[in-house]
């Protein structure tokens, strides 16, 4: 900047804060567009830019959002597909600068909105958020100033990037093995999602609606039965227990996350109910678990580390300014079938 003495000397950022009578903070936050400035701060803020004629330096410009930190909203740490994802996201970005940094927020849509605030507020570069439960609004809004590419709901938007699964497709894949060993009374555990959250197509809504679809197709509406509970140990256990030991028990049941089938076999076995004699069980994801000599879980592989991997590699384009269009990618679903499936017990 060594000729810019002859021109006269450039307003700082302090007093601009000094003349609206704000904090150097509070400046920096209006200007970079941050979560939570009222509107009052707002106008103060700008007047004073306008006033001073102030021009940010290209340089600090370009440096904000480049924390070099990516961060990534979870529910629920003990749900091994998302170890998967992280494993996409993290081999994605190995030779970059980025750091990945996870909130583990729980179900709960006040704790995740929380996180993700507090993501924004230190500056991350970017978030991948995997099937938030915040309300939709609220995502969009903070999509707007920063880069964010979502996993998991297929609710389109120009504001955010979006890596899904064929959910309902997955769902097909399961009845339809299903049916093809026999079995009518199937069941599907799934999470129960919020509705106030206003979104339309989170991975639960989808997979209900293929699983509806299918047993219509294969005409057993009568049998549908959606049970729904977290995708959890605990969850799974509770549906199971639940299911289980109804008079009518379902000769097979589908879960939407392998934590929460494992959840299932749980309560069959304090049951004395044995998979797959007296129950069939399906999960989804393919987790790690679901392969255990033990456990030979059939279920449906939807290439977690690739959507990871995705969602890594959008969120890098969005960071370094790709903001024109935005993308949606789709995942093809594959059955894995093995042993925790077969004919039911006449």
């Known amino acids: 900047m060594g000729h810019g003495s002859q021109r006269k000397k450039r307003v700082t950022i302090t007093e601009v804060a000094q003349h609206a009578g704000v904090s150097t903070a509070a400046v920096s936050k209006v200007m970079r567009n941050a979560y939570g400035v009222s509107a009052a701060m707002q106008e103060k803020v700008r007047a004073a830019i306008a006033e001073l004629d102030y021009r940010p330096h290209a340089a600090a410009r370009g440096m904000r959002g480049r924390t070099y930190t990516i961060g990534v909203l979870l529910d629920n740490i ?35 909105s929380k996180t993700i605030r507090s993501m924004v507020d230190r500056q991350m570069d970017g978030l991948v958020l995997i099937a938030p439960g915040t309300p939709r609004a609220e995502v969009l809004s903070m999509a707007e100033t920063t880069p964010t590419v979502i996993i998991g709901h297929h609710d389109p938007s120009d ?84 299911l289980l030991t109804q008079e009518d028990r379902p000769t097979a049941i589908m879960a939407g996350a392998d934590v929460a089938a494992l959840g299932v076999w749980r309560a069959a076995h304090e049951l004395g109910l044995r998979v797959p004699e007296d129950i069939s069980l399906v999960g989804y994801n393919n987790t790690a678990v679901a392969d255990l000599a033990t ?32 993308v949606q990618t789709s995942m093809t679903p594959r059955l894995v079938v093995r042993g925790s499936t077969s004919a039911p017990r006449t």
């Open 78 to 112: 003990r749900n091994t597909f998302f170890a998967d994802i992280l494993d996409g996201i993290r081999d994605e970005l190995h030779d970059s600068e980025y750091t990945v940094l996870v909130g583990a927020a729980g179900f709960g849509a006040d704790a995740q």
């Open 159 to 242: 504001l955010h990037d979006s890596v899904v699964d064929a959910d309902g497709a997955g769902a097909s894949l399961v009845v339809d093995h299903l049916v093809s060993l026999g079995h009518r009374k199937i069941t599907l555990v799934s999470a129960s999602g919020n509705r106030s959250s206003k979104w339309a197509r989170t991975p639960e809504i989808v997979l209900t609606n293929g699983y509806t679809e299918a047993m219509g197709r294969h005409g057993l509406t009568e049998q549908t039965r959606v049970c729904r509970t977290a995708y959890s140990d605990d969850g799974g256990y509770k549906a199971g227990m639940s």
């Open 295 to 326: 456990v030979q879980l059939t279920s449906v592989d939807q290439a977690g580390h690739n959507m990871g991997a995705t969602a890594a590699r959008l969120l890098i384009e969005r960071v370094e300014g790709r903001r024109d269009h935005a």
